[in-house]
């Protein structure tokens, strides 16, 4: 969820922008080299996205840092979330939190994870539900998709820490976004929807367990990520060394998961055992 982690969910939210004749890429070019903030955004939104010439996330980051060097907010937005898919995730953080001031729903969701796995952001379970509801207000199917996962672990005083929270938290803006400008429109249909998400599992070695019951440990930004929280987790829960490591991408994260288990008192078990080494744990059954 190259790993892309929470930004693979998030960019589809611009792919229905329309492709730009080449003479629009040509117009594009001349006044973004002259120095028109809103030339160099949308150039920068063209190159990410592939749209109407030859995709270059690197060419992208660049307009986009100028046009927000003259002060243009949403190229400011776009270079957070374009960093952090690019894997500059520190470099991307002040940006993401800048956009989530300014109530951009993709930042909200990526601070929710943020701040669930205490990973780029101290962990902070209320403050963590009350983004990804705030990013679940806006449709995103991945925000709503944490959220029942994090009310499994979430006690009754940590949502009313939640509640008071979210009342604090900036609205919701629309995120519009074109690569270019567009020519006039023919039809008033809508845009064909974004293509899915796809699931992939990664390779792992066979099962040294045979049960059929199974554990969730957390949901991270990348794969490696959910790989050394197994290796540190293990140092502690010395259970999880006969168990099948599972790290499954699920839209735009990757969830780390501990399969063989025999029956759910097993699971029950090894789930208080992880609890206090500090850990997350979520039964999932067979």
């Known amino acids: 969820m190259k790993p892309l982690g929470l930004l693979l969910g998030l960019f589809l939210l611009l792919a229905a922008a329309p492709v730009p004749p080449p003479s629009a890429i040509d117009a594009l070019r001349t006044a973004a080299a002259a120095g028109d903030a809103e030339s160099q955004y949308r150039l920068g939104q063209a190159y990410l996205l592939g749209k109407g010439i030859v995709q270059d996330a690197d060419t992208a980051i660049m307009w986009y840092?100028?046009?927000?060097?003259?002060?243009h907010g949403p190229a400011g937005d776009e270079l957070g979330f374009a960093l952090f898919s690019h894997g500059e995730r520190k470099a991307a953080m002040p940006f993401i939190e800048r956009s989530a001031a300014r109530g951009d729903p993709r930042a909200f969701y990526i601070l929710g994870t943020a701040h669930f796995n205490g990973d780029l952001a101290t962990r902070d379970w209320p403050l963590a539900y009350a983004q990804t509801v705030r990013a679940a207000e806006a449709g995103l199917p991945a925000a709503k998709a944490n959220l029942a996962m994090m009310e499994q672990y979430l006690l009754p005083p940590d949502r009313?820490?939640?509640?008071?929270?979210?009342?604090?938290?900036?609205?919701?803006?629309?995120?519009?976004?074109?690569?270019?400008?567009?020519?006039?429109?023919?039809?008033t249909s809508a845009p064909p929807p974004p293509p899915p998400v796809p699931v992939a599992v990664t390779a792992s070695p066979a099962p040294r367990a045979k049960g059929n019951?199974?554990?969730?440990?957390?949901?991270?930004?990348?794969?490696?990520?959910?790989k050394l929280a197994w290796v540190q987790l293990g140092r502690k829960v010395g259970a999880l060394g006969s168990l099948d490591q599972r790290v499954v991408a699920a839209g735009p994260v990757w969830r780390l998961q501990a399969w063989g288990?025999?029956?759910?008192?097993?699971?029950?078990?090894?789930?208080?055992?992880?609890?206090?080494?500090?850990?997350?744990?979520?039964?999932?059954?067979m």
Not at 65 to 71: L, M, N, S, V
Not at 213 to 226: H, P
């Open 213 to 226: 019951w199974k554990v969730q440990l957390g949901a991270y930004t990348s794969a490696d990520k959910a």
């Open 160 to 187: 009313a820490k939640a509640d008071i929270i979210l009342a604090t938290l900036p609205p919701l803006r629309r995120v519009t976004s074109a690569a270019a400008p567009a020519p006039a429109p023919t039809s």
């Open 261 to 285: 288990l025999a029956n759910r008192a097993d699971a029950q078990t090894l789930c208080g055992k992880v609890r206090v080494a500090g850990g997350a744990c979520l039964m999932l059954g």
């Open 65 to 71: 840092r100028r046009a927000y060097a003259q002060g």
